[in-house]
């Protein structure tokens, strides 16, 4: 189970995949099916 251990104020943009890397830092990485919308079903 993951446990929050700090709030760092990182702004999320859509579409991102956010993570601590093996340096510590926060990295982000460029999701392959994010950040669209979902169409509207008729």
Same mark, same amino acid.
């Given at each position: 189970?993951?446990?929050? *251990?700090?709030? *760092?104020?990182?702004?999320?943009?859509?579409?991102?995949?956010?993570? *601590?890397?093996?340096?510590?830092?926060?990295?982000?990485?460029?999701?392959?099916?994010?950040?669209?919308?979902?169409?509207?079903?008729?």
């Amino acid at each position: 189970m993951a446990q929050k *251990v700090a709030k *760092v104020g990182v702004k999320k943009e859509p579409g991102y995949l956010y993570f *601590v890397d093996k340096d510590g830092d926060v990295a982000r990485a460029k999701m392959a099916r994010g950040g669209r919308k979902k169409k509207k079903r008729r």
